[in-house]
C-alpha cells in the first residue's frame, strides 16, 4: 500500500526515515547492527495492514534460511520437505502457497507455470530485510491480486563496506559468503556471492504415521538428499542531477540436489524389503536482471525485469528425464502523489511468460504454455489529522491470456478478476493504533497444476481458479515504562473465505495431483509481542491459532478440517547478553511448536504429531570485526515428518565465523 501523507498516520520513529518507491529498495538510516534478528510491525508499504519487517542482520552469519526467520512470524506456517536447503514453501493464515505473491526486489517470483515459491531457493546471505504483508497485497506493491505479499528485499549499495563468513554444520553442510560495496564515479556498486552445501543425510524415523504396525518404526539416514548452492547478487545505482536515479541488478542463482524417493517411511523387512534409495537429481539454474528509472522524489518509478530459470530433472532407471524452461518479462510503473489530504497512487505490470518442457530420451512430445497479463492498481489514502485517522481505499484489475499446446491438455480459457479493498487506521490515543481490512483477491491455476511441469505431480487440467475474501480487524500497541524500556504488542482477528480453493494430495497410488478443495473458511487469531525487559533481557514471540474448515458439499469432508494447517503455533525468542563480558556475549533460547494436525481431506488417516523444536545460539563478538555464532536446533531431536511423509531433521549443530568491515555511511546518504 501507499506510505500515509500525513505524519499522524505514521509512527513517530519512523517519520525521519527516508523512503523510495519499491522495488529500488527502501533507503533509510540504520542503527548499529543488532545481535539479533530485528523485527517491525510496521511495513514502508502499507499502514492499514498488518505487515511486518524483518531485518535479517546478522542472520546472514549463521546458518539460518529464509524459510525458517519467515516461519518465526505471527500468522505464517513453513512447509519444509527435509532440511535447510530443501523445498520450503510458506502459508500465511491458512491460505495455500500458491495464494501468496512472493516479491524479489519487487520481481514476482511466482510464475505462470509454478505459483508455489520454494524459499530455500532464496539465499538469506544476499538478503537485507523481508517485509511481510499478511491478508491484502498493497497497490503501491503488487498490481496483481494475492492473498498475502512477501517482499525480500536484498543488499543495496550503500557507503563502503565489506564482510565474509565461513561455517560449517552437522549432515557435511557448510557455507561461504563474501560482499563488498563501494563507489564508482558518482554511483555506488555492490556484489555478494554466497556458496551452501550439504549432504542432508540426517537420521529420520520411519513409518513415523502409522502407517504399518501401531508404534512400529526404525531410524534411517536420509537418502540422496545432497546439494550445493551458488549465489551471486550484483547492483549498481546512478543519480542523474537531483531529479533522476537509475539503478540496475542482476541475481544469478544455481543449485544441484539430490532428490529423495517416495520410499522414505519403510522399516527394512524379509517379508517388506525397502527399494532403492532414488538416484533423481534436480539442477535449478536461475537468472534475474532489473533495470529501473526513478524520481528522486519517490513520486514514480519504471522498472523492466526479464527471469529466466530452468529445471532439469534426471532420473535414469524411471526414464523421468525433463527439461523446463520458463521465461518471464514485466514491465512495471508506479506513481503517487499528494493532493491535500489524499495520497493518491497506483501500479500497472505488463507481463509476458512462456514455459517449455522437454522430456529427454522419451517418445512423448513436450509441452509448451505461454500467458499474458495485465494487473491495474490505484489507491487512495485520505488522511485526517484531526482525528488522527486514515482511510484507504483500492481498487485492482487482472486479465489473463492464456495458449497452451495441444501437448498440454490445459484449458486455454482467459482469466480476469477485478478487486477492491477498504482499510482504516485510527490512533486514539498516543502508542495504540486500531486497524481493520476487508479486501478480495483472485488466482489462476498454474501451468503445473494443469498438466504437470515439474516432473513429481501430474497435471488436472480441469482446475477453477482460486479467488477468495480476507477480513481482519485489530490492535497494535506501543508502550515504554521505566521498568521495561520496551513493549510492542500486536492483535488480529481474521476470517477469510476461500473459494475453489487448490491443495496438491496425494492419491492412494502416491501420486500428488493439484485439486480443487471447492470452499474453505478459515478464521484464526494472532498474537505478537515484543519487549526489552531487566536484566537486558529481550523476548520476541507470537502466537497463532487457525480453523480451518472444509466448506464443499462433497460427502466425508464438508466440516471438515483442512489438511496440512496446525490449529495451533507458536514461536518464543529470550536472548540475554551475558553479565560482565560487555555485552560482547549473547546467549538466546528458542522454541518453535507446530499442534497435530491432519494430512489428508476427510481427516480419516492418523494425524501428525505436535513437533516441538528447541534452540540455542550463542554470539560472540571478536575484536577487529569478527564475530563467531553457535546454534544447536531441534535439541530435543524430534522426528515428526512433514504432511506428506517427508522426514524432518533431527538434532544439529552449526559455527559460523564471520567479519564486517566498517561502513563509510558518507556516500550513501549523499548518493
Known amino acids: 500500500m501507499l506510505a500515509s501523507a500525513a505524519a499522524t498516520s505514521i509512527p513517530a520513529d519512523a517519520q525521519e526515515t527516508e523512503v523510495e518507491i519499491d522495488p529500488v529498495v527502501i533507503e533509510e538510516e540504520r542503527l548499529p547492527d543488532p545481535v539479533l534478528t530485528e523485527r517491525s510491525f510496521e511495513t514502508s508499504q502499507d499502514v492499514t495492514g498488518f505487515g511486518e519487517t524483518v531485518y535479517t542482520e546478522p542472520s546472514w552469519q549463521s546458518f539460518e534460511s529464509t524459510a525458517e526467520l519467515l516461519g518465526q512470524s505471527a500468522g505464517a506456517q513453513i512447509r519444509r520437505q527435509g532440511g535447510r536447503e530443501d523445498f520450503s514453501t510458506l502459508s500465511i493464515r491458512g491460505a495455500p502457497a500458491g495464494q501468496l505473491r512472493v516479491l524479489l526486489d519487487g520481481v514476482s517470483l511466482g510464475r505462470a507455470d509454478d505459483a508455489v515459491v520454494n524459499l530455500s531457493d532464496i539465499p ?16 503501491g506493491l503488487s498490481a ?22 565461513a561455517g560449517l554444520g552437522s549432515f557435511g553442510s557448510g557455507k561461504i559468503v563474501g560482499y563488498g560495496s563501494g563507489g564508482i564515479g558518482e554511483g555506488a556498486a555492490s556484489a555478494l556471492a554466497s556458496l551452501r552445501t550439504t549432504e542432508g543425510d540426517y537420521e529420520y524415523l520411519a513409518d513415523s504415521f502409522g502407517i504399518f504396525e501401531p508404534g512400529e518404526g526404525c531410524v534411517r539416514q536420509m537418502p540422496n538428499n545432497e546439494s550445493d548452492t551458488v549465489s551471486a547478487l550484483l547492483r549498481y545505482r546512478h543519480p542523474f542531477g537531483e531529479s533522476l536515479r537509475v539503478q540496475a541488478r542482476e541475481h544469478v542463482f544455481y543449485k544441484n540436489e539430490g532428490v529423495p524417493g517416495p520410499d522414505l517411511r519403510a522399516c527394512p523387512t524379509p517379508s517388506r524389503p525397502v527399494a532403492d534409495p532414488s538416484n533423481a537429481n534436480l539442477e535449478t539454474t536461475r537468472s534475474i536482471t532489473a533495470l529501473a528509472l526513478e524520481g528522486a522524489d519517490a513520486a514514480w518509478a519504471l522498472e523492466s525485469s526479464l527471469l529466466y530459470q530452468q529445471e532439469k530433472l ?8 525433463n ?16 493532493i491535500g489530504s489524499h495520497l493518491v497512487g497506483g501500479t500497472t505490470e505488463v507481463g509476458y511468460e512462456t514455459f517449455d518442457q522437454e522430456f529427454l530420451e522419451r517418445m512423448e512430445p513436450g509441452a509448451s504454455a505461454d500467458r499474458w497479463s495485465l494487473a491495474i492498481a490505484a489507491g487512495d489514502e485520505w488522511s485526517i489529522p484531526r482525528w488522527n485517522l486514515t482511510l484507504d481505499l483500492q481498487v485492482r484489475h487482472q486479465q489473463l491470456w492464456n495458449s497452451f499446446d495441444a501437448a498440454s491438455t490445459g484449458s486455454g480459457d482467459d482469466e480476469s478478476s477485478t478487486d477492491p479493498r477498504a482499510g482504516l487506521r485510527w490512533e486514539p490515543v498516543r502508542g495504540l493504533v486500531l486497524k481493520g481490512n476487508v479486501g478480495t483477491y483472485f488466482r489462476p491455476p498454474t501451468f503445473d497444476e494443469l498438466f504437470g511441469a ?3 505431480t501430474e497435471g488436472n487440467p480441469a482446475l477453477d481458479p482460486e479467488s477468495g475474501i480476507n477480513r481482519d480487524v485489530g490492535f497494535e500497541w506501543s508502550a515504554r515504562f521505566a521498568w521495561l524500556s520496551r513493549l510492542d504488542l500486536g492483535y488480529a482477528y481474521f476470517h477469510n473465505d476461500i473459494d475453489d480453493v487448490i491443495v496438491v494430495l496425494l492419491t492412494p497410488q502416491r501420486v ?6 471447492a470452499r474453505a473458511h478459515v478464521t ?5 509481542l515484543e519487549a526489552q525487559i531487566p536484566w537486558g533481557l529481550a523476548l520476541s514471540a507470537n502466537y497463532t491459532y487457525q480453523d480451518a474448515v472444509n466448506r464443499t458439499d462433497s460427502f466425508g469432508v464438508r466440516g471438515r478440517k483442512l489438511p496440512s494447517l496446525p490449529p495451533h503455533e507458536a514461536y518464543a525468542r529470550l536472548s540475554w547478553p551475558l553479565p560482565f563480558t560487555g555485552d560482547r556475549v549473547l546467549l538466546s533460547y528458542d522454541v ?45 531431536n524430534s522426528l515428526i515428518p512433514d504432511e506428506i511423509g517427508y522426514p524432518l531433521p533431527s538434532r544439529t549443530f552449526h559455527a559460523t565465523l564471520s567479519w564486517s568491515g566498517r561502513r563509510d555511511q558518507e556516500r550513501h546518504d549523499a548518493s
Request: charged content about 25%; proline content about 3%; cysteine-free.
Open 323 to 338: 527439461v523446463a524452461d520458463s521465461v518471464a518479462s514485466m514491465t512495471l510503473g508506479r506513481w503517487r502523489r499528494t
Open 144 to 165: 496483481a491480486s494475492a492473498a498475502s505479499v512477501v517482499n525480500i528485499i536484498t543488499k543495496d549499495p550503500r557507503g563502503t563496506t565489506a564482510g565474509a563468513a
Open 524 to 528: 484464526g487469531h494472532e498474537v505478537r
Open 124 to 139: 538469506l546471505e544476499a538478503v537485507e530485510r523481508i517485509e511481510i504483508h499478511r491478508g491484502t497485497a498493497p497497490a
Open 314 to 321: 534426471t532420473e535414469a532407471e524411471l526414464d523421468a528425464d
Open 592 to 636: 518453535q511448536v507446530d499442534s497435530s494436525h491432519f494430512r489428508d481431506s476427510e481427516n480419516a488417516l492418523a494425524p501428525i504429531p505436535t513437533r516441538v523444536e528447541h534452540g540455542l545460539a550463542l554470539i560472540v563478538t571478536l575484536a577487529g570485526g569478527f564475530r563467531l555464532t553457535l546454534e544447536a536446533d531441534n535439541l530435543g
Open 512 to 517: 500428488a495431483v493439484a485439486q480443487n478443495v
Open 454 to 456: 515439474d516432473g513429481f
